[in-house]
């Protein structure tokens, strides 16, 4: 009898565990799956958790281009706790090559807190998206546009040196944005075609 009893609990406890599986399984369909892969949101909590349409954003492997290639090389001084943006407006699709770097004066590498988001065109800048957020004294990668917008690099010191922030680019842009307590700069690049192109 004891044996059996046992049984029968065990059975029950596995019917138990297997619906509650089951259930998490939906819920997690219903509040994250179908909100970030589907663009179907039936509760909303997608929409709240910034998910919502995450999949939609999808670029071919080949993207040729009608914008001429550009490079960019800048340079940011930031003094201790001090910070800079600079975007590029890319358009979805189009590609950029970087690389940066954080010295300080004597020329030694020095951690800043970066951080590389997009703003989608015509959406609030409080739903911009992250792709890399931390601390490093460089970084290099490249990047393909998943939606119309600017792209790009918050930056700040966060030591008590004065830090330099060495950004080198390429691709397909002819407008940038520097945002810093010096207010808003639009950069422009030269991307004229060569006489007889």
């Known amino acids: ?7 029968e609990l065990s ?3 596995l019917v138990r565990i297997t619906v509650a599986a089951v259930v998490s399984a939906l819920l997690a369909l219903v509040l994250f799956v179908l909100p ?6 039936p509760t909303g909590v997608g929409e709240l958790l910034g998910i919502k349409g995450m999949a939609g954003y999808s670029v071919g492997a080949l993207s040729l281009q ?14 201790p706790f001090e910070s800079v943006e600079y975007k590029y407006a890319l358009a979805a699709g189009q590609s950029l090559v970087f690389a940066w770097q954080a010295r300080t004066l004597n020329d030694e590498q020095s951690e800043v ?24 004294s460089e970084s290099q990668g490249n990047f393909v546009a998943p939606f119309t917008g600017i792209h790009g690099w918050y930056w700040e010191n966060r030591g008590s040196e004065l830090v330099t922030v060495r950004l080198s680019s ?28």
């Not at 009898?1 to 049984?7: E, F, S």
């Open 36 to 41: 970030a892969e589907f663009d179907t949101d």
């Open 66 to 79: 009608q914008e001429p290639y550009a490079q960019d090389v800048r340079e940011f001084e930031l003094g």
């Open 1 to 7: 009898m004891t044996r059996l009893a046992a049984v």
């Open 11 to 13: 059975a029950r406890a």
């Open 113 to 136: 807190v970066y951080d590389f988001h997009s703003e989608e065109a015509g959406t609030d800048p409080e739903d911009a998206v992250s792709f890399d957020v931390g601390r490093n």
């Open 170 to 197: 390429s691709g397909f842009y002819n407008v940038a944005k520097v945002y810093s307590a010096a207010g808003e700069v639009e950069v422009t690049f030269d991307t004229a075609k060569a006489e007889g192109d």
